[in-house]
């Protein structure tokens, strides 16, 4: 069984919020933790006590260092570190629970890594602190790098995705699909990303919202693990 979910970069706002977790089948969402290396936007910060009130669950994400695209590009050793660390405060000062997992997003596509761009070593160094800091690490990747991500670090979740277009798209619903995380090309994935700039309409809400549509195995993919 899977759930619904979604994220968006910005925070859409409280009364969207409540609408589609009242009027769908919307189980979790994204929260972005900002400021990070590649994510200046800190709408989410702050509403997280909102959104659990309301029964979602979180999804945290921290955007990293990159190797291509829109963001920073300086992935090393020494700097995973200092990001996983980061993530780590972020997460307490938020209000997450220790043994929480929070997701490195990583944008880009196979290699892992470039001329001078060694992402294995800082996606490492950041799983690192983040378990040192008391948190479990997750990684969202593409589903062409999930072998090489889990074989860095075993024990992280992985967010996976997999999709057909970035293409601005309208999905029908509510409800909204939940396929399994193995469809992602990775059979263990914990969650996965099957749409990007997905146009959805929100009940009561005249303009569709422009997210990306996930599901997860659980209905709050930060949860701790439950205990042996």
Not at 15 to 32: E, H, I, S
Not at 54 to 70: A, D, H, N, R, S
Not at 195 to 204: D, E, K, R, S
Request: aromatic share 10%; charged share 15%.
């Amino acid at each position: 069984m899977a759930f619904a979910g979604f994220d968006r970069s910005g925070f859409p706002g409280e009364a969207v919020m409540q609408k589609l977790r009242n009027t769908t089948n919307m189980r979790f969402c994204g929260y972005y933790l900002a400021p990070a290396p590649s994510h200046s936007d800190t709408s989410w910060m702050g509403e997280l006590g909102f959104l659990q009130d309301l029964g979602f669950g979180i999804l945290p994400i921290y955007v990293g260092e990159q190797v291509e695209g829109q963001g920073s590009r300086h992935p090393s050793s020494a700097k995973g570190t200092v990001d996983g660390n980061d993530a780590v405060q972020m997460m307490t000062s938020e209000g997450f629970a220790p043994g929480s997992c929070v997701y490195l997003d990583l944008e880009n596509g196979p290699p892992l890594n470039r001329p001078g761009l060694p992402l294995g070593e800082y996606v490492n160094s950041w799983c690192n602190a983040v378990s040192a800091g008391g948190f479990v690490p997750g990684v969202y990747c593409s589903h062409m790098l999930t072998d090489d991500i889990q074989g860095l670090q075993p024990a992280a979740r992985i967010f996976a995705f997999k999709v057909t277009t970035t293409a601005p798209h309208s999905v029908p619903g509510p409800p909204y699909p939940e396929p399994d995380p193995s469809a992602s090309g990775f059979a263990a994935a914990f969650v996965y990303q099957h749409q990007q700039n997905a146009l959805i309409a929100v009940p009561g809400e005249a303009k569709r919202l422009q997210v990306d549509l996930d599901s997860a195995l659980t209905e709050d993919p930060s949860a701790p693990a439950p205990a042996a």
